[in-house]
T-cell receptor, first 112, second 117 residues
Framework: TQLLEQSPQFLSIQEGENLTVYCNSS?????LQWYRQEPGEGPVLLVT?????EVKKLKRLTFQFGDARKDSSLHITAAQPGDTGLYLC????????????FGQGTRLTINP | DAGITQSPRHKVTETGTPVTLRCHQT?????MYWYRQDPGHGLRLIHY???????DKGEVSDGYSVSRSKTEDFLLTLESATSSQTSVYFC????????????????FGEGSRLTVL
């Protein structure tokens, strides 16, 4: 059973298009993080959202935490080939517990 | 750069042999983790440590043991490797010290690719 469900699992679009990746759960998280991973490397943290309804922007990337803190989304505007990679969401269940549960990932390919 | 080094980076072994993966950090952070990554499963926690000689199990701990005799080193051992343990293993650290303000952000090593034949 995957506690954090990401959708879609695979996405291939053309450069310049917009896209949204979803991360959903039936559990409430104290915080949720998004990581990006390139082949042969470890995941790298992009952002952490903590407050229900919070929106954070990182250049062309917009991250939102659901009001009930059970879900999150990542929206990319005008995607570029450099955005290609594996995007992972991860939830922290209890503050201070230092344990994360990861979604299965979304493999994004941006074609020139 | 979080100062995390994993070794070996690649290993091929045979079923039934013991394997130890090493994670070394240079910043003396309290929390260290071992994850495995498999297609369709994302990252799954094997074991983690919250201090020297203090470890706990994750969601996929069967067949794995860990040890942490020094702050900077966290070892993952497969006592008798099986083909189902073929995977990419990632070590991670958390730079927070715990407590209510912690949000659990992790910094990962580059991974160790293990193939069990």
């Amino acid at each position: 059973t995957q506690l954090l469900e990401q959708s879609p699992q695979f996405l291939s679009i053309q450069e310049g298009e917009n896209l949204t990746v979803y991360c959903n759960s039936s559990s409430v998280f104290s915080s949720l993080q998004w990581y990006r991973q390139e082949p042969g490397e470890g995941p790298v943290l992009l952002v952490t959202v903590v407050t229900g309804g919070e929106v954070k922007k990182l250049k062309r990337l917009t991250f939102q935490f659901g009001d009930a803190r059970k879900d999150s989304s990542l929206h990319i505007t005008a995607a570029q080939p450099g955005d290609t990679g594996l995007y992972l969401c991860a939830g922290a269940w209890v503050q201070g517990a230092q344990k994360l549960v990861f979604g299965q990932g979304t493999r994004l390919t941006i074609n020139p | 750069d979080a100062g995390i080094t994993q070794s070996p980076r690649h290993k091929v072994t045979e079923t039934g042999t013991p394997v130890t993966l090493r994670c070394h950090q240079t910043e003396n952070h309290r929390y260290m983790y071992w994850y495995r990554q498999d297609p369709g499963h994302g990252l799954r926690l094997i074991h983690y440590s919250y201090g020297v000689k203090d470890t706990d199990k994750g969601e996929v701990s069967d067949g794995y043991s860990v040890s942490r005799s020094k702050t900077e080193d966290f070892l993952l051992t497969l006592e008798s490797a099986t083909s189902s343990q073929t995977s990419v293993y990632f070590c991670a650290i958390s730079k927070t010290s715990g407590g209510a303000s912690n949000t659990g952000e992790l910094f990962f090593g580059e991974g160790s690719r293990l193939t069990v034949l």
